[in-house]
């Protein structure tokens, strides 16, 4: 969490590193000594993300590896804003979320991952429905949507990646069909559903006891 959320800010905007995050010293925790100058640090800078140096200059490999790569920094030049907060009805529903960039003809969206294959990148996003994401910013800025995607362990692979059609369009189609659902429960006041439950549920001998 805390490195994505480092590699976000030095690719996006470095300026604001040190607003944000701030590097305790090397401390040894296991002592008591140790716990007590680290509570202190994280004392002083209870207004800022605390990483320890290992952790910051692993943020660093990843986004000089990355900004290497001429495809990434011109994605990343692109963008004339980044963390831009919007607001969207969408479905009849207020929605409201943050882009990592925003271009005149693209929104920018960053990923870590410890598995840059594509292959890999492809399923992972797909089971941790970031195609909903991806769907739902396209309905609430009718840009198209660009991954820039961070490989978090060796080799350390960045690459551009768009979103095709087939993929936001059932991004869309996903959020549609959970708006549906949602207005749904609204109106019968009934939010305990789930698992197609529709009121009542028999229980009965599971399918492998018949096969």
Same mark, same amino acid.
């Given at each position: ?29 296991? $002592? ?8 202190? /640090?994280?004392?002083?800078? +209870? ?34 804003? /980044?963390?831009?907060?919007? +607001? ?9 979320? /943050? ?12 990923? $870590? ?13 797909? $089971? ?23 490989? $978090?362990?060796?080799?350390?692979? +960045? ?22 659902? /949602? ?24 399918? +492998?006891?018949?096969?």
């Amino acid at each position: 969490m805390k490195l994505g959320s480092m590699v976000h800010c030095m690719l996006l905007q470095p300026e604001l590193f040190n607003d944000q995050f701030a590097v305790a010293p090397e401390i040894n925790k296991r $002592t008591n000594a140790g716990k007590e100058e680290w509570a202190a /640090f994280c004392s002083q800078h +209870s207004d800022k993300i605390v990483v320890q140096e290992d952790d910051f200059q692993h943020a660093r490999r990843l986004v000089d590896s990355a900004m290497c790569n001429k495809n990434v920094e011109q994605i990343v030049k692109g963008c004339h804003d /980044f963390e831009v907060e919007w +607001s969207a009805d969408i479905e009849d529903l207020p929605f409201r979320g /943050f882009f990592d960039g925003v271009a005149s003809d693209y929104i920018l969206e960053v990923k $870590t991952t410890s598995d840059g294959h594509p292959k890999k990148v492809m399923s992972e996003f797909l $089971t941790r429905k970031y195609h909903m994401q991806a769907g739902l910013y396209h309905m609430a800025s009718s840009k198209p949507v660009i991954y820039l995607i961070v490989e $978090t362990s060796e080799p350390y692979l +960045s690459y551009v990646a768009p979103a095709d059609d087939r993929y936001l369009k059932l991004g869309c189609d996903d959020i549609g069909d959970l708006c549906t659902k /949602f207005k749904k429960c609204l109106k019968s006041g009934d939010f305990s559903g789930g698992y197609d439950y529709d009121g009542e549920i028999l229980i009965t001998l599971p399918w +492998s006891v018949d096969n």
